[in-house]
């Protein structure tokens, strides 16, 4: 079994990462790398199987929204949700099929049924993707690739060389990148490096806002819970249809919630200062209008 690893974003780098890791060269954008990938290779399709996987939020809603799926029921069929007693947050994994191959569900004979939506590890495949914990703030260290060793995986033989930055590219990274980046503000948030453990209660908050999109919707709207907050009425109706939309607003809600980020605002809290505001008003007009205008120093 092999690993596609982003220690910075599960947040919880385990012995078997640091193990990967170990003594590799840290590539930069602009480093070249020898890698090329085609039907052609005996190889083929040979690393979609007994693999270990981790999925990201946004790699759970573009590949449920390639099959069209509800949330409830793309995460019973395809995913994992591995318990550790060292586990910060939900970690979900997609579900190898049975053995001996245990092939991904979604590799076939002309290669990956989803590929358009494929999630991350396997865009960056053979790169993988840490930072540096040497700085004060651990986890907002530097970042850098690696090359991942697979002695099967006949790529790195091939002629074709490319940046690491050509790769990214080449294999639309970006997006993922930035919900990548507003995921680390929950997985890797201060609250953990201090210690702070999450309740089972608060565990599940974090699965439905990050992963079951149809709950968090369910949630959103059937509850009391948007008369609790002010929130945008364009981002309420955006929320109704996009996927995306309601996972932004489900990291704003967990960072509210479980960290105590001011992320949001709380509706009578807000209408309480709009109220200060307009008494101080008042009583800053009772005063000019007792000492008339020219005296109004
Ligand atoms: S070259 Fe590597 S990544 Fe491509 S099919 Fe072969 S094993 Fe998989
Ligand atoms: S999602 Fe696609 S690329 Fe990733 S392991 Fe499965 S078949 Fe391979």
Known sequence: MSDRIDNTRSGQRSALEEKVLDGKSRLQPDDRFRF??????????????????????????????HLGMGSREFLERYTL???QRDMRTPVVMLRMQGEPEKRCPFVTDA?????????????????GLAASRDTPDGWQGERFYFLLDDPGCLGAQQARELTVREWLEDQEV???????????ELALHRFFEQGGELTPEKMDMFYMACYDLDKLRRFVFDTSLLRKFEVD?????????????????????????????????????????????LNDRVVVDRKLSRTGPGDAT
């Open 111 to 127: 290669g990956c049924s989803i590929y358009q939506d494929r999630p991350w590890p396997c865009r960056m495949y053979p790169l």
């Open 233 to 277: 009425e364009d981002l309420v109706e955006e929320m109704r249809y996009s996927d995306e939309a309601l996972l932004r607003f489900g990291f704003l809600w967990l960072r509210f919630s479980l960290f105590g980020e001011p992320t949001m605002r709380i509706a009578g809290e807000a209408a309480e200062e709009a109220r200060q505001r």
């Open 81 to 83: 949700l591995p318990v």
């Open 174 to 184: 970006e997006a993922y990148d930035v919900w990548g980046e507003a995921y680390k």
């Open 36 to 65: 090329s990938c085609h039907p052609g290779l005996p190889c083929f399709n040979r690393c979609c199987a007994d693999v270990n996987i981790f999925l990201s939020p946004y790699d759970v809603l573009r590949m449920r929204q």
